[in-house]
């Protein structure tokens, strides 16, 4: 028993420690964001500043650059994580019906997505071909889905009792009115945990908006990394990205990350009932 107690104490100050690395870099940058400049800036303190404000805050909802950024990004998101949900559900329940024409070839086709990605310039070129360079499409359509997602959805959907389906058809239910009223409230736990992955992903685009899209239409993740590695929020030659860019102190580089990051770590507590179930369904058929 006693050895016990000690394994106890020893996992739970191990467990402390681990945690400790995760939440005290967060811990700083609240504290940063925080502070004032000349403050954050000398390293006069770790966790705890003197003296306290909210001018970080303040001077990045007065920017018009950052709060551009910000709509931006909202409408990247919402946008995206509807259309991709959407058509994911769509895909997979139609992939899901044996019955389908061609479902081995479209299978066969999706599952090579899997094991072959194509470049950089491939991809430019056929959305340099379809017009939508400098359009918000551009960093959503490429990415509207992906075959993990339809394959995951397509194992779950085909879980479900055929009993239901049959039940459904003999009362007169066409495909629309099945999937609407008897496969999605069913499917409730994975269709939330893939929404959520969909709006981290859509909500953390970088990387396509900094090639396909203008400066003015960059999402905030681009802003962030301009503010923070490049050390200027320079995105065009206006007064007012001029006037941020000398403005780009520690704390307030900090309060930005820290308003790209609540968001979503907001969002978690209401879908966490549905991740935690989701998250494995699909995956196996019983």
């Known amino acids: ?53 909210l001018d970080a805050y303040k001077y990045l909802f007065s920017t018009p650059v950052f709060m551009k950024s910000v709509g931006n990004t909202v409408l990247i998101t919402f946008v995206g994580t509807l259309l991709g949900v959407a058509v994911s559900i769509l895909l997979a329940y139609a992939l899901s019906k044996k019955e389908l024409k061609g479902r081995g070839i479209m299978m066969s086709l999706i599952f090579l997505t899997l094991v072959f990605q194509v470049g950089i310039i491939p991809n430019y070129l056929v959305v340099k071909s379809l017009g939508l360079l400098e359009s918000y499409w551009a960093v959503m359509l490429p990415v509207l889905t992906n075959a993990f997602t339809i394959l995951i959805m397509k194992t779950f959907f085909q879980g479900l009792p055929p009993s239901l389906d049959e039940a459904a058809r003999m009362d007169g239910a066409g495909e629309t009115r099945i999937l609407w009223s008897v496969v999605i409230p ?36 681009a802003l962030l990394r301009q503010m923070v590695v490049v050390g200027s929020s320079q995105t065009g030659s206006d007064a007012s990205t001029e006037a941020m860019s000398q403005n780009l102190g520690l704390n307030v580089k900090m309060a930005a990350i820290l308003l790209a990051m609540f968001p979503l770590v907001a969002s978690y507590p209401f879908f966490q009932k549905f991740f935690e179930k989701g998250a494995t369904l699909g995956s196996v058929k019983e």
């Open 1 to 53: 028993m006693k050895s016990l107690k000690l394994y106890d104490l020893a996992l739970s100050a191990l467990l402390f420690i681990f945690c400790s690395f995760v939440i005290i870099p967060f811990l700083y940058m609240l504290a940063v964001s925080f502070s004032f400049s000349t403050d954050s800036e000398s390293g006069a303190f770790f966790l705890l500043p003197p003296r306290w404000t």
């Open 186 to 221: 069913l499917s409730t736990p994975i269709i939330a945990t893939f929404t959520i992955f969909f709006m981290v992903d859509r909500w953390n685009e970088f990387f396509h908006a900094i090639i396909y899209l203008k400066s003015d239409k960059w999402p905030l993740q």
